[in-house]
């Protein structure tokens, strides 16, 4: 329901139109061509729901990860998450993509890069990761004033405003809400 989007667009798209929680993982992945499992499940329920279908999403996650533990040991340790995220194995559930509270109330440790950036980076991180997204410098301000007062999801809308050039009434509660907000606006 969020439109489909294939893999030779998902760089663009994900500098366009994903959440910061998203383009953290999604950059991450491409710098690591690795995520810890809570990363893992964070973004490729996201991707996901953005339409990505299975034999994409598989063909993505190899790329990256056979980079760093080989195609066998992806296929053996890997895949099977991926398909399952999918409903395609186990029990079968339809894994539902996480919303904005479940990832503000997630706890990430050393090393992982899931949760929210407006709640789990520090201030230096957030105003970093805000510029290369390219938030300027007064619609910054308004972000981290947000983020000081914990109204993580209203920095979140800030950023998209900025970015967008255009109000966004509903506020932001969903990182596949902030994606297709995105897309109609960019299409
Ligand atoms: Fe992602 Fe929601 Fe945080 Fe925005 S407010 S970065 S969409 S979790």
């Known amino acids: 329901d969020y439109g489909d989007i294939s893999l030779k667009d998902i760089d663009q798209v994900a500098k366009s139109s994903f959440p910061l929680c998203m383009r953290h993982l999604f950059d991450k992945l491409k710098e690591d061509h690795h995520l810890k499992h809570g990363g893992r499940m964070q973004l490729g329920l996201f991707l996901k729901g953005v339409g990505l279908n299975l034999d994409d999403a598989l063909a993505f996650w190899r790329a990256e990860f056979s980079k760093k533990v080989g195609l066998e040991k992806f296929e053996k340790q890997y895949a099977y998450t991926i398909r399952h995220n999918y409903g395609k194995e186990g029990k079968r559930t339809d894994y539902t993509p996480y919303s904005c509270t479940k990832i503000i109330s997630s706890t990430p440790g050393t090393g992982d890069h899931h949760g929210c950036p407006y709640r789990h980076f520090s201030e230096e991180n957030l105003r970093a990761a805000l510029g290369t997204m390219g938030v300027n410098s007064r619609a910054m301000e308004d972000v981290i004033d947000k983020v000081r007062n914990r109204h993580y999801q209203l920095a979140c809308t800030l950023t998209f405003e900025a970015l967008h050039g255009m109000p966004c009434d509903a506020g932001i509660n ?14």
């Open 174 to 187: 969903h990182p596949n809400q902030y994606f297709s907000d995105s897309k109609k606006i960019l299409q």
